[in-house]
């Protein structure tokens, strides 16, 4: 399948995680990406060595959300100069340690030389799950009992979609619009998700016509998630 | 069952008080 299609998740470009200087010959370059209900890594192995590599095998180390590989590691031995794409299912049910960032994921490949070590940052949007729409009534007790000295406000610049696109944007990444009110000509989207671990965001979106810096709200019972939650939607509605 | 237009009611007074900074 193709990484971004079905669920309409946005897919970051891969990039080069383990260099071939680094590795013996073996790069590695990936991203991460969510469909049908569940977080992939897709990454391309390519030999870039004088001798076969084989025996591939993928470990990962404690991290923030649980992730561990939902599979065997799929990549075939390579001849020098040859290129494997694979497709790593992932699974939010490991031990937990917190990283920093919080979604930093510290990666171990196996081959017939070596064991070669890397780390990556998966986009925090993988993790909000399909079921992410939260009851209006539950929505709206829930941000009038977080106080607001939990709430953190951002200003999202040069975003130039309209409010229905801005929606369907974020709708495709598991980001819910519950509520959609206009007040003097500025559109209030009142929006939930929810991560794999089972922690909501609440979050406000204040978009003004024909200005394109949109301040974006979030209020959660897990602060510590703000930060990434604000990249992803800057991420979301620059692409 | 849900009486959905106080619902709906309650959500534009939320926008209308955090619609003014």
């Known amino acids: 399948g193709t990484p971004g299609l079905g669920g309409g998740c946005y897919v970051p470009p891969k990039q080069v995680w383990l260099l071939a200087a680094k590795a013996k010959g073996l790069e590695i370059a990936g991203t991460f990406s969510r469909r049908q209900n569940q977080i992939f890594m897709d990454m391309t192995f390519t030999n870039r060595a004088l001798t076969q590599l084989s025996g591939f095998a993928i470990q990962l180390n404690k991290n923030s959300f649980g992730i561990i590989p939902g599979a065997q590691l799929n990549v075939v031995a390579l001849n020098p100069n040859q290129s494997f794409d694979t497709s790593l299912p992932l699974s939010p049910v490991g031990p937990i340690q917190r990283m920093d960032p919080l979604t930093n994921l510290q990666v171990a490949i196996k081959n017939n030389i070596d064991v070669f070590y890397f780390s990556c940052i998966m986009p925090i949007h993988t993790l909000f799950v399909e079921d992410g729409v939260m009851d209006k009534k539950i929505y709206l007790a829930t941000w009038k009992d977080i106080s607001p000295s939990n709430e953190i406000q951002y200003q999202i610049s040069n975003v130039t979609y309209n409010t229905d696109t801005i929606s369907q944007k974020l709708q495709a990444n598991n980001i819910f619009t519950i509520a959609r009110r206009n007040v003097e000509g500025q559109d209030m989207l009142y929006q939930s998700l929810k991560l794999t671990n089972g922690i909501w965001v609440l979050t406000e979106l204040k978009i003004m016509p024909g200005n394109t810096s949109i301040t974006l709200s979030l209020k959660s019972r897990a602060v510590d998630v703000a930060t990434a939650i604000q990249q992803s939607f800057d991420l979301i509605l620059h692409n | ?21």
């Open chain 2, 1 to 21: 069952g849900i009486d959905d237009s106080n619902l709906d009611d309650s959500f534009s007074k939320l926008a209308q008080t955090r619609s003014n900074p």
